[in-house]
């Protein structure tokens, strides 16, 4: 048992048989009444986030998170297929449960978040950003550089992404897998 003293982002916590990570909290003590911590919280399987207010000192059940990398391996109809990096063990995750799944391709590690009394997946994380190929955009206009005008382009993966003008067919971009937004060019395609 934990106390809303131990409260840090990333925790996970077991509120009515639901897990729940912590995505930010604060401690606030007014001039009149007892401390309280309002809290974020993220559930694990629905992904919805839930606003809860907690008198201060109240004991929490904190749950044990292991974070392990696994390697995606394909999609089939029970799932995305992952391998335990180590050990070698194949588990099957729905979509819902990995963030940034449309940028996911063959051989990516992944952490997943693995629940450790039950041996559990919970969720599974990508990259901050990964590398992936443009498969089709419109041409762009030579020197066209100086606006930061975005275009729809197609990645390797099937997802459709924002990227500038000067961006062609071939070019491999950074993408960012929590909104997927732009960052920058990697490699120019070869002419």
Known sequence: MATTADFKNGMCLDIDGNYFFIVEFLHVKPGKGPAFVRTKLRNVKTGRILDKTW????????VRIERRPYQYLYKD??????????????????????EGVQFLKEGDICEAMVHAASETILTCEMPTSVVLEITYTEPGIKGDTATNTLKPATVETGAEVRVPLFCEVGDKVRID??????????ERAKS
Do not use: A, C, W
């Open 177 to 186: 897998t929590r909104n997927g937004s732009y960052v920058e060019r990697v």
């Open 77 to 98: 109809d029970m799932g995305y297929n992952f391998m335990h990096t180590e050990t070698f063990e194949q588990v099957s995750l729905p979509g819902e449960s990995i």
């Open 55 to 62: 008198n201060s000192g109240v004991k929490v059940e904190e």
